[in-house]
């Protein structure tokens, strides 16, 4: 019953994820990668955000050097999601290797709402395979049919996602110290976005469950 | 488009997140932060809803994401299932961006 929903829910964010992938296929192409390459990326870097801005940075003129900066600070929440999922990645080395690979926003947030262990496991695994074969078929797709196709915020796809992420945050915030995590989070963000670089309010809201951890005990 | 810009890219998102984990290894285990390590990622995932319910290029903007949550919010605390939250999030935006 449960494992059914996990697979449901995982599907669903993965379709939503592939026809987002289409815009990127198009976005890198018109940005003067091949088909390939455009290809290697979504199969390789596997992080969406940092994809975007890569092409993005390259296809208005800038050069690797100016792409990667604004690229890796997107990626770079990948880095705290890892680390909150030591639980959820235990295994041997090759395992962990590559179970790293599908370490995104939707896998993370899958994974940390459901309150039993295996399911954490299930959903993180779930999530980032359905998300892994979506949006490397909708890059291709993207990159081959290249030229003008809908912009995905007309079809309300950029809402998908943060209505997504609050599903899966809101099960989470049983105790205190969790919600009062979230909104201080949330409004670091907020007073962020306006002057830091993209990617900067995300990650700097990890610091925002500071207040809230546990005592070490003695 | 250079072969050497793909692969900076793939090997430098891979690296963060091998890196995340490793760090992730010499976290004392018990106590402390090894007992905290899921409270973590609820400030990141919040601050996320935010960025991309409101986000710009360095400014807030309310547009049609921000209703299309909104809309979403009221469905997550009637436990919605995800598949009907994703359908009503996007029709509301997309509603919204066409009227």
Redesign the interface.
Known sequence: MRSSRIIRDAASIGVATGIYAVSFGVLSVAAGFSVAQTCVMSLVAFTGASQFTFVSVIGAGGGVAAALPPALLLAGRNAIYALSLREVLAGGRRRQAVAAHLVIDESTAMAHAQPAAPDKRRAFLATGLAILACWNAGTLAGALAGGALTDPRSLGLDAIFPAVFLALLVPQLGGRRAAGAALLGAATALVLVPIAPAGVPVMASVLACVPFLRRRTP | ??????L???G???G??????A???R?PQG???G??????????????????????????VVD??LP??L???V???RRA???V??L????????L??S
Do not use: F, N
């Not at chain 2, 007992?35 to 807030?60: F, K, N, Y």
């Not at chain 2, 009503?88 to 509603?95: F, M, Q, V």
């Open positions: 488009m250079s072969w050497w810009a793909v900076a890219l793939c430098c998102a891979y963060l997140k091998a890196v995340g984990l760090l992730a290894d976290v106590g402390g932060l007992g905290s390590l899921e409270l973590v990622v609820v400030p990141v995932i919040a601050a996320l809803i935010v960025v991309q319910t409101v986000g710009g290029d360095r400014e807030v049609a994401r299309a949550v809309v979403a919010a469905l997550v605390w299932p995800i598949l939250i994703v009503a999030a996007g029709a509301t935006a997309a509603l961006r066409h």
